[in-house]
C-alpha cells in the first residue's frame, strides 16, 4: 500500500471520512433526530471504514482468497449499534486454529489504522474455543461477547461461534447471572449504589444505561436472546418494563451523545458544569425556588429510577430456572389474610386483593406488613399491579384504618427505612403524605448533599434507626423513646419544604402542621411535630457557630427548646439529618459539640446544682486533671495549674483524657522562654491531624489567627475545622483539624514535624513575609468540574446574642488561603479576635468570629460595620495572591 506522510492512503482517507461523518452526525443530533437513529448512522459510518480498512490489511498481507477463513466481529455498545460519538470501538478477529499465524499478521496493521484513523480501539484476536473460554470464566468478557455482531468474513465460522455462546450460556446460567450480577454491583459501588447522586455517571451509576444492558446480558444467559423487544414478545419482560426501558434508554442515549460532542471525547461523568450546561440545553428555565438544573436533574432522576426498578425486577424474576416453579408456587401458596398468598420466594395478592391495592392504600400497607413479617418480597407482577393505580389514583382523605397502619409502621425500628423506600417507589407514600410529590427526585444542586430530598429524607430515618444498635449516648437515647413514630416521622418531612421560593424551614413548620391533621395526631404530638420540623437546624447551628463557653446562647437555646424530652428528639434529629447527608459528613468533632450542647442545656433542664449531674461531671473531670498534675508545694505554681484547668472549654474537657491534658498545659509553661509552641496528631475516626499551637499575645498583637492560617494553608492543608479561646496569662490556645491532601492515612512524623515549623517561623513577631499558596486546589470536587458557586457569599453581624462580643458569621465557597485572608482583614481592621469557630464540608464554608474593637467593645456603628462586610467580601471572593 503507498504511503503518504506516514499514513497509507486508506488510512488517511478513513480519519477524514470519520472526521467529516462526526460533524454531519452533529448537525443531525443537533436537529433533534432521535438519538438511536444517531448512534446507527455512527455505527454505520464505522462500518464502512473498519470494512476498507480490513479489505486493505487482507490485501497488504495477500490474504484476499483467505477472507472466507476469518470473521470479523463489533462487539460491546459497538456491536449492539449504540455506540456514542466518542465511545471505544471493540473488534475480535476469529479464527480457526491453523490460521492464526495468517489472523495476526491481519490484525497487527488493522489495529493499528483504525486507532490512527481516530477510533479508541479494543481488539482482540481469538479462535472461537478461546473466546468461549474466557467468556464462561471472565463476566466482563461474557457481556461483551453477548452483543457480538458480525462485519465480515465467515458466515459458518460466526454462527458455530454464536451458537456455541448461547448454548452454553444457558447450561451455565445460574453461575453466569451470578458473576454478571457481582460484577454489576461492584462497578455501583464504585460509581454509585444509589439512583440518586449528585454527580452520576450517565453509564455506570444505577439507574444509568448499565443497568438497561444488564437486562440485556441476563435476558442472554437465562433466555438466549439480548433484545429487549424480544423478550418482550416472548413474555420475559413485561410490556410497561419494556416501554419504561425505551423511553429510558431513549433519553439517556440523547443526553450521552450531547456529552460527548459537547467535549469532543469520551465524557460519562455528569459533573455539576454538565449539569447546569444540559439544564440549558433541554429548555429549562427555573420556577420559584427550583433552578433550571435541578429540574432538569429532577427528570433525569424519574427516568434512572424507574430503569433502576425495572432492570432489578427483571433480574429477579430472571433467577427462577422453570416458569413451571411458579406456577407450582401460585398452586400450594398459603392464605394470609384472605387476599394474599405467601410461597416459598414471594409474597402476592389474588384477584380480589388486587383490587383492593389498586383502591385503597390501607390495603397496600396491610400487604407490606405481611411481606415484612414473612421476610419475603411481593411478587412484581401484584408490584407493578399496585404502581401504575397509584399513579393514577388521585391524592384524597385517608381513613382511620390507613393512619392506623402507617402510625404503626413508623413506630418500628427495624427494616423501616426499606419499607418507606418501597412504599415510596410504589407511589404509595405520597397518598398518605402529599408533599413527598414534590420532593420526588428533586436534587439539592450543591456539593454539601450528595442525594436527592426524598432520598436523603429516607436516609435519615435508616439513620436514627441504625441507633438501634449504638452502644453510646445516641443509642441509649434512642432505644428510651417511648414514643419513636414522631421522630421517625419529622425526619421524613423534615426536608420537604425545600424546592420553594419560602424558607424551607418556615415552609416546613406548615407541611408539619397539615400532616400532622391529615394523621389526626393529637394535640401534643402535633407541636412537637411541628417543632422539630420547624427547628430541625437549630441545635447544629448554635454547636457549630457559638462559643459554647459562654452561657448566654445556651440559655437562649434552651428558651427554644424548651423541655429535656424535645432536646432528645432535637439531638437525634440533628445527628440522622447530618449523618444521612453524604459520606463522611459527620465527625467525631461534630458529634462532640452537639454533645457538649445537649449536656449543658439537659443541666439547665434539670437544674442541677454544683456537684451534680453534668455539672458536677465537668466539675470532677477538673478536679481528676489538678491531682493527675505534679504535686508541688509552691503556691504560686499550685495557683498556675488551678487558673489555667479552671479556664479550660469544656468541649476540651469531654474530648481529653486527664493526662493528655496534663501534658499538653505542661507545654505552655515553655512560653516564658518560647514566642510559640505548635504540635500535632493524627486522629483516626476523622482520618486528619489536629494542631495545636500556644503563643503568648502580650505586647503589640501580631495577628496570631490569620498567620496560623497562613502557615496551615501553604502547606497544602485544608483547614476543616477550628477552634480559639484564650487561657490565662494572654495565651492564645489554637486547635486546627486539618486534612493533609500529601498523603494517604496517617503524614509520617517529619511531616507534622514541618508543619509545626512552618507555624512557628510564621509566629515569630519579626517575620513580616506573607504565605504563598499551591496554585491547584482541587479538594473535594470531582476532575473536571469548575468553580460554581450557585449560593452568594454571606457575611453576617450578630450584636444581640453576646453581650461583649460581636459575632460575624461568613458563608463561603473553599478556595486556597481564604481562612488567612479573611483573618487577615480582621487584624489589619483593628479587630481583636476572641473566639472563632471554623466548619468546612466540601466546597462550603461557614466560619464564626468572636470579635471587638481594640478597647474591648462590641462594633455597633454601622459605617464601620459596612466596611468590615464590603473587606471580607472582597478577601472572600478575590482569588489567592
Known sequence: MAMAGGLPPAVIQARNRLKEGRVKLRAQHDSGSPSVQVCVHLTDLLDTIILDLFEAALAQNGLTDLAGQFTLVAHGGYG???????????LMLLHPKEHAAQAASIAKPLSQWIVDAGCQLGFSLRTPAQALKLAWSDATVFTSLVESRMLAGSVELFSRYMRGLRLGARRRSKKLIRAIEQARWNERRKYGETVFLLEPNIKRSRGGLRDIQWIRWIGFARYGECDLEKLDRLGHLAMEDYQTLRRGFQY????????????????????????????????????????????????????????????????????????????????????????????????????????????????????MAVSSRFSKPIEHQTWREIRSAMLTRHITEIDRVTIQRFLELMSSSGNLAEQLRRLHELRVLEQIIPEMTHARCLLQFNQYHKYTVDAHSIRAVECVTDLESDNGLLGIIYRGLKNKRILHLALLIHDLGKGYAEDHSELGRQIAERTAERLRLSAQDKETLMFLVHQHLLLANTAFRFDLSNREAAVKFAAIVGSSERLQLLLLLTYADLASVGPDVVNQWKVDLLLQLYHQTDSHFRDDKLGEGFRGEIAHRREVILRTAPNTTDEEELTWWRSQIEALPIGYLMRTTPH??????????????????????????????????????????????HRITGALSSMGLQINAADIHTQPGDIAWDRFIVEDQEFEGPPPQARIDAVCRKINSALDPNNTAAPSFPKKWNFGKSKGTPNLEIQPTQVRFDNSTSDSHTIITLFAYDRMGLLYAVSKVLFDMQLILHFAKISTHIDQVVDVFYVTDMTGKKIEESTRLYMIRQRLLQAARSSPS
Open 80 to 90: 449492539r449499534r449504540d455506540v456514542a460519538p466518542y465511545s471505544d470501538v471493540d
Open 252 to 367: 439517556l442515549l440523547r443526553l450521552r451523545n450531547q456529552m460527548h460532542f459537547e467535549a469532543g471525547k469520551l465524557q460519562d461523568q455528569l459533573d455539576r458544569g454538565l449539569q447546569m450546561r444540559l439544564a440549558k440545553w433541554s429548555g429549562f428555565t427555573g420556577a420559584d425556588g427550583i433552578l433550571p438544573v435541578e429540574q432538569f436533574m429532577k427528570e433525569y432522576f424519574e427516568h434512572t429510577s424507574e430503569i433502576r426498578y425495572c432492570s432489578a425486577h427483571f433480574a429477579e424474576a430472571a433467577k427462577w430456572q422453570s416458569p413451571v416453579a411458579l406456577s407450582i408456587e401460585h398452586t400450594l401458596g398459603i392464605p394470609v389474610q384472605r387476599d394474599y398468598r405467601v410461597g416459598w420466594r414471594n409474597v402476592w395478592a389474588t384477584q380480589s386483593g388486587l383490587e383492593r391495592l389498586r383502591r385503597d392504600p390501607a390495603a397496600v400497607l396491610e400487604l
Open 660 to 705: 493528655v491534658a496534663v501534658a499538653e498545659l505542661a507545654n505552655l509553661r515553655q512560653l516564658d522562654t518560647e514566642h510559640s509552641l505548635a504540635w500535632g496528631k493524627y486522629i483516626e475516626p476523622q482520618q486528619a491531624v489536629e494542631y495545636t499551637i500556644a503563643t503568648r499575645q502580650s505586647g503589640r498583637p501580631i495577628g496570631t489567627f
